[in-house]
């Protein structure tokens, strides 16, 4: 079994930051992709930025470029999305996400519960 445990959301003030972690741990053979996703409400899901664990890669909304970074842990599995210079617009749910094969079944997207972010003065 896998888990994606999230932290970090909250109430912050526009040009606030926050900082989101997401550990995934269980049966976990290889990580291929992790990143977060937000909806924020009447919208629909959207990627924020998602890293390759095989690679540099990592892709990040026009949104959010230049003000959220996200780095990872390869060893921990684990993801950190630092995010600057929020703004009300950034107020959402925000979902992890994780792109694994595990230890047993064929690989697969893992999802977190989501933790809220709210920017608003």
């Known amino acids: 079994q896998v888990q994606l445990v999230e932290s970090g959301g909250g109430l912050v003030q526009p040009g606030g930051s926050l900082r989101l972690s997401c550990a995934a741990s269980?049966?976990?053979?290889?990580?291929?992709?992790m990143g977060w996703h937000r909806q924020a409400p009447g919208r629909q899901r959207e990627l924020v930025a998602a890293?390759?664990?095989?690679?540099?890669?990592?892709d990040y909304a026009d949104s959010v470029k230049g003000r959220f970074t996200l780095s990872r842990d390869n060893a921990k599995n684990t993801v950190y999305l630092q995010m600057n210079s929020l703004k009300p617009d950034d107020t959402a749910v925000y979902y992890c996400?994780?792109?694994?094969?595990?230890?047993?079944?064929?690989?697969?997207?893992?999802w977190g519960q989501g933790t809220q972010v709210t920017v608003s003065s």
């Open positions: 996400n994780a792109n694994l094969l595990p230890t047993w079944g064929l690989k697969r997207d893992y």
């Open positions: 890293v390759s664990f095989r690679s540099d890669d990592t």
């Open positions: 269980g049966s976990i053979a290889s990580m291929n992709v």
